[in-house]
């Protein structure tokens, strides 16, 4: 049973992700502000965070950054605002995904299923037994999918969840671009309509942690009006 952590001030809110996600069989901890938030997860073992932004004390932002500094958790954020801004300031504090309130139940249940499938095959949930041992290389670019490392280099670096599936999928067919929506639907295994933002942060992340300069990168390309590509470097 995985343990999800709900965070809003507002207990109908609260309340009501309880009833839908405990129906789907998830373990469900519950807070009301971001410190509230930090002390669980410090002291409980999460699997996904569902996060409002707008909180007292310690709004929803604050909180996500204090969980990245040493946590790959993913997070799913709550807000009423709809504007891109909000959105990719969401992405660019460390979410994995965010949802517009209102929200609908199904479309919840369907992100974070989406969100727990990619943590379980990233990270220590994965049984040894589903490792398919594949490693993916490209030039000094090197993604091992049994360990769920990330070399440059032979240099490690550290990737979430989210951004080692959309690395992988990449580098697993290099030298083929793919469009936003297929880089969403291949990896969220779900639709891909709205994703630009989404996709858009990921990949530029992605960058940051693989390219000497993200600028002039030299694996991760972009095409012009088509979409992204990892270069096939023999």
Do not use: C
């Not at 594949?134 to 280099?153: Q, W």
């Not at 469009?179 to 639907?185: D, G, T, V």
């Amino acid at each position: 049973m995985y343990n999800i952590l709900v965070v809003d001030d507002d207990k109908e809110i609260v309340g009501a992700i309880e009833i839908y996600l405990k129906k789907e069989g998830y373990n469900i901890l519950k807070a009301y502000n971001g410190e509230e938030a930090l002390d669980i997860v410090n002291n409980n073992d999460i699997h996904l965070i569902i996060l409002d932004i707008m909180m007292p004390k310690k709004d929803g932002l604050e909180t996500l950054e204090e969980i990245r500094k040493d946590k790959t958790i993913p997070v799913i954020l709550l807000s009423a605002k709809s504007e891109d801004y909000d959105k990719i300031g969401g992405l660019n504090s460390g979410a994995d995904d965010y949802i517009t309130k209102p929200f609908n139940p199904l479309e919840l249940i369907a992100r974070v299923n989406s969100s727990l499938r990619r943590y379980v095959s990233f990270g220590s949930l994965k049984k040894e037994e589903e490792s398919n041992k594949k490693i993916y290389k490209t030039g000094g670019l090197e993604v091992d999918d049994e360990t769920k490392k990330v070399l440059v280099d032979g240099k490690e670096v550290k990737l979430t969840a989210t951004e080692f599936n959309i690395l992988k999928f990449l580098l697993a067919n290099k030298g083929k671009v793919y469009s936003i929506p297929q880089i969403y639907e291949n990896v969220w295994n779900e639709e891909g309509f709205g994703a630009e933002n989404i996709i858009a942060v990921h990949i530029r992340h992605i960058r940051e942690k693989i390219e000497i300069n993200p600028k002039e990168p030299r694996y991760l390309k972009v095409i012009w009006g088509v979409g992204y590509k990892i270069e096939d470097q023999k």
